[in-house]
T-cell receptor, first 112, second 111 residues
Framework: KQEVTQIPAALSVPEGENLVLNCSFT??????LQWFRQDPGKGLTSLLL?????REQTSGRLNASLDKSSGRSTLYIAASQPGDSATYLC???????????FGTGTLLAVQP | DGGITQSPKYLFRKEGQNVTLSCEQN?????MYWYRQDPGQGLRLIYY???????QKGDIAEGYSVSREKKESFPLTVTSAQKNPTAFYLC??????????FGPGTRLLVL
């Protein structure tokens, strides 16, 4: 059974710092991996999707990497801003199950 | 405006009552999903549907029911059999195997 773990559960950094969020998964037979952002009391916003054949994806200050063989993904946020404060969730999609399996998220606070 | 909408934003349920959460999308997506989110537990899949008139149970389907009579709509009913319904409910849609787009959520509270 696929399990997705995110470390750390919470992170507080000063504005301007570069930071890395981690995601690990137990079954490497995934179709893709996605990173989402969730603001308090809101729905999820898709940030980046990495197909299983890809190593990384970039969007603005965000860069996500995928190492399928080791079951790991990282989300790198450059020059963090207070507006980046949110919960970040990773999720893996396995073709056999047709389901997204979510991690429990990392709560990020960027201090001005 | 393309997107996915959920209503109501807040819903209150009395003991023994069935309540229905609405989810509508105009993205022409084939697949739709319902998730439940509890603090510290991430999102768990309740039901999903990949085509009209067909749906499958997710990981925590007990106490819930769905229908998919139209491509655009995937309502979720929380029945009286669901003993702990207080949670944040999220609906999503996608083309099969592609990025899921989420609605704004419905918070269900028990009176």
């Amino acid at each position: 059974k696929q399990e997705v773990t995110q470390i750390p559960a919470a992170l507080s950094v000063p504005e301007g710092e570069n930071l890395v969020l981690n995601c690990s998964f137990t079954d490497s037979a995934i179709y893709n991996l996605q990173w989402f952002r969730q603001d308090p009391g809101k729905g999820l916003t898709s940030l980046l999707l990495i197909q299983s054949s890809q190593r990384e994806q970039t969007s603005g200050r965000l860069n996500a990497s995928l190492d399928k063989s080791s079951g790991r993904s990282t989300l790198y946020i450059a020059a963090s801003q207070p507006g980046d404060s949110a919960t970040y969730l990773c999720a893996v999609y396995g073709g056999a199950t047709n389901k997204l399996i979510f991690g429990t998220g990392t709560l990020l606070a960027v201090q001005p | 405006d393309g997107g996915i909408t959920q209503s109501p934003k807040y819903l209150f349920r009395k003991e023994g009552q069935n309540v229905t959460l609405s989810c509508e999308q105009n993205l022409n997506h084939d697949a739709m999903y319902w998730y439940r989110q509890d603090p510290g537990q991430g999102l768990r899949l309740i039901y999903y549907s990949q085509i009209v008139n067909d749906f499958q149970k997710g990981d925590i389907a007990e106490g819930y029911s769905v229908s998919r009579e139209k491509k655009e709509s995937f309502p979720l009913t929380v029945t009286s059999a669901q003993k702990n319904p207080t949670a944040f409910y999220l609906c999503a849609s996608s083309m099969v195997g592609e990025t899921q787009y989420f609605g704004p959520g419905t918070r269900l509270l028990v009176l």
